[in-house]
T-cell receptor, first 112, second 113 residues
């Protein structure tokens, strides 16, 4: 089952914050976050394994609530370079296959 | 930075032609993947490989086939291209271990007329 992302689209001004959510109806082994700019390949941002951890990368961080099967991506003090489409990819169950099911994506546009 | 290469980048071809999309990685990754992505849409896994001589279909049904004779090479073949095959095809490989972080190639944009 495909994870559901919300919101579908976000428009921000530089310096504003955003939160992108990813929800699954199935038990998850891991949640991956990728960013894809128009016409380019997806680029890995971070991974969260089951255990409810929170990870950070400069001004981008994420959390994983294992009980709710939800992950959130936090973008702080957004920059123009953050524009793109964000996808969460989920790996189900307890297996370590690497096979991901991606959400429908959240388009983020950061304006000056 | 990951080294994963896809050729061609763009391909326009007529209906009924046989095509092979190439994907190579130089990192020695065991796991490799093919995804199909329509413009503005999500990625769908169409093929997966655990390693040499190991392939299986993904969640999205596809008329394409793959082979994995060498670790570094994972080509995708369409025996008879149709307009419904028009899409972007992305290849990825992942690091060994529990995290399976995937690195993507630049993709092949296929247009079947």
């Amino acid at each position: 089952q495909q994870p559901v992302q919300s919101p579908q689209a976000v428009i921000l001004r530089e310096g504003e914050d955003a939160v992108i959510n990813c929800s699954s109806s199935k038990a998850l082994y891991s949640v991956h976050w990728y960013r894809q700019k128009h016409g380019e390949a997806p680029v890995f941002l971070m991974i969260l394994l089951k255990g409810g951890e929170q990870k950070g990368h400069e001004k981008i961080s994420a959390s994983f609530n294992e009980k709710k099967q939800q992950s959130s991506l936090y973008l702080t003090a957004s920059q123009l370079s953050y524009s793109g489409t964000y996808f969460c990819g989920t790996e189900r169950g307890s297996s370590n296959t690497g096979k991901l099911i991606f959400g429908q994506g959240t388009t983020l546009q950061v304006k000056p | 930075e990951a080294d994963i290469y896809q050729t061609p980048r763009y391909l326009v071809i007529g209906t009924g032609k046989k095509i092979t999309l190439e994907c190579s990685q130089t990192m020695g990754h065991d796991k490799m993947y093919w995804y199909q992505q329509d413009p503005g849409m999500e990625l769908h896994l169409i093929h997966y490989s655990y390693g040499v001589n190991s392939t299986e279909k993904g969640d999205l049904s596809s008329e394409s086939t793959v082979s994995r004779i060498r670790t570094e090479h994972f080509p995708l073949t369409l025996e008879s291209a149709r307009p419904s095959h028009t899409s972007q095809y992305l290849c990825a490989s992942s690091l060994p271990g529990v995290k399976n972080i995937q690195y993507f190639g630049a993709g092949t944009r296929l247009s079947v007329l």
